[in-house]
């Protein structure tokens, strides 16, 4: 319980002092980047909105892929649904449930296959992660002279190093072997269940590589489709910037946007500003990250409504397939 209640304060506190150092930084733009939000274009929006429920229909392929490795079937409406909520709970909850604990519980509900919810979803936002990842390297490679930065591509080449890591779990017995024991020895023995189970999910990958390269294929996808929906977000504003920074920048938010917060309120807002202030107006810059926040939380609040009109799941009952 008092882990617990240290975990949200410490989200809190990181959110609160995040949007504080932006507000702080960029304090003489606000007024302005508000004001560009009034010359809102809505054919780029409504394109943005698109392409967002677009990115769905692939994550909900490859989550179906997922799960079909652990003999878990759901339909595509209901996996579709899941998703849409995941949106909600990514943004609006201050504690450790998000997106990911809210699909977990009710693929564990429709399965009655706990373990193998737990460890399908850690896998699917694995593989979510790696192409994300995938995606900035590559664009760093391609475009790095647009790169004003050095620590963007220090950044870059140690993230993509802890992800190879990952992948050196899937694709090689060895190390996926010696991973193992090493975590045994040092976890708490509660988690060894999960952590067996998870292993051998790996294997199963391991064993699939068809599988595998399908599934890596539709993250690929799915991230490529959420940094154009962001630049269709970017474009409403006038934010005239080659779609190739947004490939280079946008895994960037997204990995800065996985540390400890309120759904990332507050870090996400900071490292938006921080990447686009040297290729547009520093107001242009808060406007941008402005209607970036503006739209996650509509959609999220969209999808929240759904939720609440199908009579979804209190939050302790949730928190029960938390580890």
């Excluded at 980047?33 to 394109?47: A, C, D, N, V």
């Excluded at 309120?262 to 686009?276: D, H, P, S």
Aim: aromatic share 16%.
């Amino acid at each position: 319980m008092y882990k617990k209640a240290g975990s949200q304060v410490l989200r809190i506190a990181i959110s609160v002092f995040s949007l504080a150092l932006v507000f702080y930084t960029v304090r003489g733009e606000v007024r302005e980047g508000l004001s560009r939000l009034t010359h809102l274009e809505s054919g780029p929006l409504f394109l943005a909105m698109a392409v967002n429920f677009l990115s769905l229909v692939v994550v909900t392929y490859r989550l179906d892929l997922v799960l079909a490795i652990q003999k878990i079937k759901l339909s595509f409406k209901r996996l579709y649904y899941l998703w849409m909520i995941s949106l909600f709970f990514n943004l609006f909850l201050p504690s450790a449930v998000g997106g990911d604990i809210a699909k977990t519980y009710y693929i564990y509900k429709d399965s009655g296959k706990k373990i193998a919810s737990v460890t399908s979803v850690i896998i699917d936002r694995f593989f979510g992660l790696m192409a994300t990842v995938s995606i900035g390297f590559i664009a760093f490679l391609i475009g790095h002279h647009y790169v004003l930065d050095p620590r963007i591509g220090q950044s870059l080449f140690w993230i993509s190093g802890f992800v190879f890591l990952g992948v050196m779990f899937v694709v090689s017995r060895r190390f996926s072997t010696s991973a193992r024991n090493i975590l045994f020895k040092f976890s708490p023995r509660r988690f060894h269940e999960r952590l067996t189970r998870l292993f051998e999910t790996l294997g199963l990958y391991r064993e699939r590589r068809r599988i595998f390269l399908l599934v890596y294929g539709y993250s690929l996808v799915a991230q490529g489709l959420f940094i154009v929906m962001v630049f269709f977000l970017g474009r409403s504003i006038q934010v005239d910037v080659p779609l190739g920074i947004f490939f280079l920048f946008m895994p960037l938010i997204t990995v800065v946007s996985m540390l400890p917060s309120i759904g990332g309120l507050g870090v996400r807002e900071a490292a938006t500003v921080y990447l686009f202030r040297s290729y547009v107006p520093l107001d242009q810059a808060v406007a941008f990250s402005l209607i970036f926040d503006l739209f996650l939380y509509a959609v999220g609040f969209v999808c929240g409504i759904l939720y609440a009109v199908r009579g979804g799941a209190s939050i302790r009952e949730l928190e029960t397939i938390e580890p």
